[in-house]
């Protein structure tokens, strides 16, 4: 893992006050917030705000974070000193952010500082999201992810174990639905149990297809003719190939609906695929001879209503 | 002493909150806030807006990403909950629009 700079990503100085580093936050995830920010990089910035602020808002975060960074320069390779757990659930094969993977261990400890004996906490509920396919909501899936919790030991030093949890993936889901993994969350205290585990569903972008709900948008390209006269196409979709018919007249845009074949469900999502008429290039003699005669027979002109 | 994890080399399956929504104390829990700021945005009808005043509250995915979003608006900005509530109801349009935008093609 790297070493992230916090103090640099939000721009203050390491010696900021609380005051100035939320300040410098408020302003910028004001600016990179995905839902406003014209910057193609917004939602990584933002995420990365969030990362650091997460860090270095929290009094206690900070001081760890400046324990264990002091001397390390940002993207140098980081690796954590003996004795420090790790924190928190990453989805395997995604990057895992540094601060999960170093501090979040440190509500553990305040839990710990206050416990005498008889001491019972239950464990904090913990968030994390998880990336699958569209065909994995079509089908279901499993997928493996890898905490890594924080416990201590018998001298009350910071240890961590990894555990690997195999999740299966309902069929049906959506794209922001929560996933409870029951006793999954961080540990207990004096017996008590542990917190939940909840994962957000997200799914990984695939140029292929839009979602919106449980409804799927697919542009499906075809030619002039089968647009112009009507066609039986094949067309690959997320649940299979499925023939579709195009009606003839059809244009650019036009939307065919194939209900239920969305989403699956209690109450399935359609399919939607947009026509999008693609022209043949005139690279060759013979095609620029056919465009020709188009242009010669048809008396076509697109811009009539205009006026033109 | 820590609680000790059951063994996990089975496949867990997980719940989905739309199929078993959570209560007010769970909810509360998964936002690390008391109850009572819960039953104070359902009141004012900022969580769970139509639902009944008194009793049956359940919470499903939309209702746990919206209270962590107010949640962190008004931590992060010192925000009251009326005005956390606006932002992220501002924020959820953007998101339906741009999702209709993406939809039909339009980026």
């Known amino acids: 893992m790297d070493y992230k700079d916090y103090y640099q990503a939000l721009g203050v100085e390491k010696s900021a006050t609380a005051d100035e580093i939320k300040k410098a936050y408020r302003k910028l995830v004001r600016k990179y917030h995905p839902d406003v920010s014209k910057e193609p990089d917004a939602d990584k910035r933002t995420k990365e705000l969030n990362e650091a602020y997460g860090v270095l808002g929290d009094a206690e975060k900070r001081a760890a974070y400046d324990e264990v960074g002091s001397g390390q320069q940002a993207g ?13 659930e990453a989805p395997s ?6 601060f999960a993977d170093l501090f979040a261990h440190v509500g553990g400890r305040r839990g710990g500082a206050g416990g005498g004996a008889g001491f019972q906490m239950r464990g904090e509920d913990s968030h994390a999201s998880i ?3 569209l065909a994995d909501a079509y089908n279901g899936a499993s997928r493996t992810i890898v905490l890594r919790v924080p416990q201590r030991d018998a001298q009350g030093r910071a240890t961590s174990t990894e555990r690997t949890l195999n999740v299966t993936i309902p069929k049906g889901v959506t794209a922001g639905q929560q996933l409870r993994l029951g006793g999954q969350g961080q540990p207990g ?5 542990a917190g939940d585990l909840y994962l957000e569903i997200e799914f990984a972008p695939d140029a292929r297809y839009r979602l919106e709900g449980r409804d799927v948008y697919q542009t499906v390209p075809v030619t002039p003719w089968e647009a112009a006269l009507g066609a039986q196409i094949d067309v690959v979709t997320p649940s299979g190939t499925v ?18 074949r969305g989403i699956p469900g209690a109450s399935a999502g359609d399919l939607y695929l947009l026509l999008e008429v693609v022209l043949p290039l005139a690279d060759t003699a013979r095609a620029r001879e056919l465009y020709e005669t188009m242009a010669r027979e048809l008396a076509f002109n697109p811009r009539q209503k205009m006026g033109a | 002493m820590q609680t000790t994890y059951k063994p996990t080399t089975d496949a867990l ?14 909810l509360a829990r998964a936002c690390a806030v008391e109850p009572e700021w819960v039953v104070q945005r359902v009141r004012t009808g900022i969580l769970l807006d139509g639902a009944n005043q008194d009793s049956g509250w359940r919470f499903t995915s939309v209702d746990l990403v919206r209270a962590r979003r107010l949640r962190d608006i008004e931590i992060t900005f010192d925000a009251n909950d009326e005005l956390a509530a606006l932002v992220v109801d501002l924020s959820d349009e953007v998101r339906r629009l741009k999702a209709r ?7």
């Open chain 1, 189 to 193: 205290h004096g017996g008590a149990p």
């Open chain 1, 243 to 260: 023939q579709v018919t195009v009606p003839e007249k059809s244009q650019t845009g036009r939307k065919l609906r194939l209900k239920g």
């Open chain 1, 93 to 98: 094969g995604d990057d895992s952010d540094f």
């Open chain 1, 76 to 88: 140098q390779e980081f690796r954590p000193p003996p004795g420090w757990g790790g924190g928190y």
């Open chain 1, 131 to 133: 990336s699958i396919s």
């Open chain 2, 101 to 107: 935008l993406s939809a039909t093609g339009v980026d």
């Open chain 2, 13 to 26: 399956i997980g719940v989905l909150l739309d199929d078993v929504a959570l209560t007010v104390e769970e």
